[in-house]
């Protein structure tokens, strides 16, 4: 959410913080690149990327899944990159080998974070996007897959459960690892052992000038290991002017099974999830806002459905320091409870909220992934803030438990501490 505007790097890192309701960053970059394009300006100097068998830069990662199939994704720094993938049952089983497509990306920029030496540059040059599908899958198990090359680089994906099935995932967004809470929380989280993660958008932050892709991949493996990612677009996806597409895009678009590259829907166990981008229009009359409402009756008309969550970036609600969306929740909120989501799930304000009305879904602000905390009250006056049941300024994830008749969640802190339960029934 917030624009970071100053650092101090030493043995402790000062932040301070200015305002963030802009959509975009400012140009910086960093050194010149030797992978075969040319260097940004401004940041620190360097001798370009090396790049040495096996080649591996970045991944891999999953980002879509059915009951029946996955899609694995990783960057290679050379078309020499061995395209392989296996899987197995994380049960035991039978190990398979597919090939990866491969399709090679030319990044002009080089960008670099502008304080301290510990983020490495995200070097300009040519990259090969590895996607590799695995078929067969039986419904309702998790595998594990490694890169054939190199198996320390791998992780986990379930395919979707069966109608009913208990399953968990997690809801996390506005991650800022290179400030250490990010981390800290994921590390309380994922023991829980979650199918899937969903986050609310701001994945990375250069603003925080301490930052690149090239820094958040290996930080965040944990979580990228540990199922499918599925995120949506924030505000900070956009700090360079190619970084949606050269960066957020290639490395995340795609994700689910319709939409478009940044609005998206899956399913597991009966649930419904869509997501859309709230940088672009969801008010009523808007491409997006048509196909949620067309996706959200379909589902509801599936005789399969249990219940749908919807998640996005910028709140329809929230008390904290950011702007709401009245026009969009008007629009919206009836349509929620006409097609029986039970969630919303919302970020962009670096706090935790939750909201419970007569009727409709729960709304729950899960943005303390790990920016700079907000001020979760500066807009308290607001005339639905009575409806607020819980919130605080605190870095945290959020654990969703689907069970036989009731979803629970917890918000769970970097320290471990349960600071807000919830439960609601399932119709």
């Known amino acids: 959410m917030r624009r970071l505007t100053a650092f101090v790097v030493s043995s402790l890192l000062c932040v301070a913080c200015g305002d963030d309701e802009s959509k975009t960053g400012g140009g910086g970059a960093g050194a010149g690149g030797s992978n075969g394009g040319a260097g940004g300006t401004g940041g620190q100097g360097g001798a370009g990327l ?15 899944f059915t009951d029946t199939t996955a899609r694995v ?23 398979r080998t597919v090939a990866a497509s491969v399709a090679p990306f030319t990044l002009t920029e080089t960008y670099a974070a502008a304080l301290g030496d510990f983020a490495p540059p995200d070097y300009a040059g040519t990259y090969y996007t590895h996607e590799a599908e695995l078929d067969g899958l039986e419904p309702g198990k998790c595998y ?43 590390s309380r989280v994922l023991p829980s052992n979650p199918d899937f993660t969903i986050h609310g958008g701001d994945i990375q932050y250069y603003d ?35 970084e949606l597409s050269s960066y957020a895009l290639r490395f995340f678009g795609g994700a689910g099974f319709d939409g478009g590259e940044t609005y998206y829907r899956f399913q597991s166990g009966g649930v419904w999830f869509f997501t859309v981008n709230t940088e672009e229009p969801i008010s009523q009359g808007s491409p997006q806002a048509i196909w949620l409402q067309a996706g959200l009756e379909e589902a509801a008309a599936d005789a ?47 706090g935790y909220e939750r909201f419970e009305f007569d009727a409709g879904p729960t709304y729950v602000t899960a943005a303390g992934g790990g920016g700079l905390l907000g001020n979760v009250d ?39 501490a349960v600071r807000d339960t919830f439960s609601r029934a399932i119709p």
């Open 50 to 64: 090396v790049c040495e068998a096996p080649f591996v830069t970045k991944g891999p990662w999953s980002l879509a």
């Open 73 to 95: 994704r990783w960057e290679a720094c050379s078309e020499e990159a061995n395209p392989e993938l296996v899987f197995a049952p994380e049960a035991g089983g039978e190990e």
């Open 144 to 186: 594990r897959y490694h890169l054939a090359s190199d198996p320390e680089r791998g992780g986990r994906v379930c395919a979707a459960r069966a109608p009913g099935e208990p399953f968990t995932f997690l809801a996390i967004g506005d991650t800022n690892p290179a400030l250490g809470s990010t981390p800290e929380t994921l």
């Open 208 to 242: 925080s000038l301490v930052e690149t892709w090239s820094y958040w991949f290996p930080v965040m493996q944990p979580m990228l290991s540990q199922g499918a990612f599925l995120p949506a677009i924030g505000n900070h996806e956009s700090e360079r002017s190619d």
């Open 304 to 350: 399969n459905h249990r219940f749908s969550v919807v998640y996005f970036h910028r709140p329809l609600v929230t008390c904290g320091d950011s702007g709401d969306d009245e026009a969009a929740f008007s629009h919206l909120a009836p349509i929620f409870e006409q097609n029986n989501v039970l969630f919303v799930i919302q970020a962009h304000m670096h």
């Open 378 to 416: 500066e807009n308290a006056a607001r005339s639905y803030c009575n409806r607020r049941e819980a919130s605080g300024a605190f870095y945290h994830g959020v654990l969703f438990h689907v069970g036989e008749t009731e979803v629970t969640g917890e918000a769970i802190d970097r320290d471990g």
